[in-house]
């Protein structure tokens, strides 16, 4: 790996972009922290879309691997293409639905990227195969899938957060006026 | 380095605290990520308070060093504990003021925690020391100071961003209740 190259804090710009969603920058940052990741990870991003995750988790991830799950084509397809225009060669890229097509490996740290309609399911999947302590993470939109996720996780995990984050962006016009995104959800545990 | 700690991402109740103000992990996270940081990179941390962003950045840059100053004793004493608990050896603390007291060396991020009374001077520093292209990070609370750095930075800083974050964090009552924190500015631009 190139030591020069930033390893962190990849801007939203220098990912290959289609109609598939991105978690922003700010908020990548944040679910990235929780993840609490370390150069031999093994991380599983679920619902990976444009890639940024995984690509973000590849770079500091860099003795360790990346499998990246998505049901839509045209996402594991500009996940690949983020992927090698960052030359990584440490991310399993998977299309299909989650959990029953994730590989049923041991994983460090296990990253949800949006709600699912089998939150239990998944779940259940990274009771099964997080090593000890290790991190389940989720970002969500919605009121019923942030519910949802932390009602499953009660009982099983342990150090149960979730952060609301609200981000405005400036955008200069005659001066600087702040533009809202919408507020996400982050949230993380670790297994007991 | 042990690569099996975590490298990115350290809860803030591992920092060992005292009455100097502490950036909490969501806006350290994306702080840091503004940095653009590499493992050598030469990171210059000017008002390192508890010395979170000091340590993550020590973490990170493994094979480069970080460069903090404060010019309260109690700052710099519990930033040196905690660069002590995390095992740290590439980082030079100061007590001092900014930008006189500023080792005149070359840096490739300079962060800025909170205001100042300098910042005309620590940005013309930065504008002298930063590599071409190095990154300028601030946080700020204040409106003054937002509208101070940013119309510092015009002219000779590109990539000039500047998020607004509100981040409320969830406290189990009953159920999750989210409380919030206060709005915290994120600045950033590249030397041109």
New interface residues.
């Given amino acids: 790996m190139d ?7 990849i801007p939203d710009e220098e990912f290959i972009r289609d109609k598939v969603p991105m978690t922003k ?2 908020v ?3 679910a ?9 990870s093994r991380v599983l991003d679920i619902g990976c879309g444009t890639g940024s995750i995984t690509v973000e988790c590849g770079l ?1 991830c860099n ?1 360790g691997e990346v499998t990246a799950i998505d049901q839509k084509e045209e996402a594991v397809n500009i996940t690949r293409k983020n992927v090698n225009k960052f030359e990584l060669n440490n991310v399993n890229i998977i299309e299909g639905s989650a959990p029953n097509d994730i590989p049923k490996k041991n994983y460090d740290s296990i990253f949800l990227g949006g709600g699912s309609r089998h939150i239990d399911n998944i779940i259940d999947f990274a009771t099964d195969h997080l090593v000890p302590e290790g991190v389940f993470v989720a970002n969500t939109i919605l009121i019923d899938s942030t519910y949802k996720i ?1 009602a499953a996780l009660e009982g099983r995990f342990k150090d ?11 955008h ?1 016009i005659a001066g ?1 006026m ?1 533009k809202a995104n919408n507020p996400i959800y ?1 949230i993380s545990a670790r297994l007991m």
């Fill in positions: 030591n020069n190259r930033t390893m962190f804090g920058s700010e990548r940052a944040i990235i922290s929780k993840l609490r990741l370390n150069p031999t500091i003795q932390l149960i957060d979730v952060a609301m984050v609200q981000v405005s962006k400036g200069k600087w702040m982050i």
